[in-house]
C-alpha cells in the first residue's frame, strides 16, 4: 500500500489545457474513484500517475517518493486497461504470469503467485485458455490477475467494465471491490459512469474541464454537492433544478418559483432578498398529494421495484421516484410536494451551493 500525493498538476497539449493545477492525496489502502464528463482529463491524470504521459508542471508522489521522471517500469504499480490488453497467443496462466517471467522471479513463486491470483478471482479452471475462449468478464478478471500477482503498491483502472453488458457490468462492480476489500492496495479508478463511482468508492474526485468540482466520500456529495454541476452528476436519476427567486422570512426563506408558485423552507440561509437562485430537488425527495407544485404527467416508467414520473411543470421539468407502483397514466394532473429539509439552493449566478441551518 501506498500514499499517492498530486499536487499542482498541469497537463498542455500544444494550447489546449488539459488539467489545470490538480491537487488530491490518495491515501493508503484507499479506493478512489475519479469522475467526469468524457474530455475532463481524468484518464490524462490516471496515465500520468502511471508514468505513461508526461506532466507539464507539478508533482506526483507515490509513498513519498517523487516520481514525475520515473519510468512506469520502476513506479511499482499495475495498471488495468479498458481493452484488457491480453496476448492473444497466451493462455490464461502465461498471461498472467508474464510481467513475472520479464522479472525474472523464480519460477516456483511465479507459479505461486499466478496460482493465488486465480484462486482470488476463481479463474482455476480457465488457466489453460486462450484470451479468444473467454467472456468479456473473464478476460477482465484475467486482466486484474496479471495486475494483482506482481503485488504492487497502487493499482490503476482504466474504465475497465465500458466494454461489458450491463449486467455483466453490476456484477464486476461487486468483484473488484470485493477485490480490493481483501487485498487493501491503494487502488485509483477511472469511469464516466457516475453510478460506478457511487458503488465502489470510499472518496470519489468530481472532475470537469480539466479541474476537480469536489472531493469527497460518495453520500456527502451527495448530500451536499458543492455547486450545480456536481449535484446534477452525481445521482441518477438526476435532481431537479427550478429557478426561483429567495426571500427572507421569520419562518425561513420563501422560494418564489418562475412558474409563479412558492413554497418556504424552513432554513436560515446566506443570500439577499429577491436572489436569483436555483432550488435542487432530488427526485426521491418529491412526493404526490397536498398543496405542491402543479404538474401533468408525461411519461411513466415502471421497473418493479420503483416508478419514475417524467412531468412538466409551469418552472420546468421535473422527475419524481415512487417507491411503490401507481396507476397514474399520461395526461393526469397532479400535485408535487418538495420535502424541505431535504432540498437544496444554489446560487443561479455561480451556480454554488447556499449554505444553511435550519430556522
Sequence with gaps: MAQVQIRNIEKQFEATRVLRGVSVDIGEGEFTVLVGPSGCGKTTLLRMIAGLEDITSGEIR?????VNDVLPKD??????FQNYALYPHMNVRDNMGFSLKLS???KGEAEQRVAQAAEILHLNQLLDRYPRQLSGGQRQRVAMGRCIVRKPQVFLFDEPL????????????AEIRELHQRLKTTSIYVTHDQVEAMTMADNIVVMRDGLIEQIGPPLHLYDAPANLFVAGFIGSPAMNFLRATAHHQPSGVLIRLEGGESLTLPRRAELLDGQAVVLGVRPEHLSLGGEGIAAEIRVVESTGLDTQLHCRTAAGAVNVLLRERTSLQPGQHVELKVDPLRSHLFDAGSGKRISSDAA
Design 62 to 66: 507515490i509513498d513519498g517518493k517523487l
Design 104 to 106: 525474472k522471479v523464480r
Design 75 to 80: 513506479r511499482d504499480i499495475a495498471m488495468v
Design 162 to 173: 465500458s466494454n461489458l453488458d450491463a449486467m455483466l457490468r453490476v456484477s464486476m462492480r
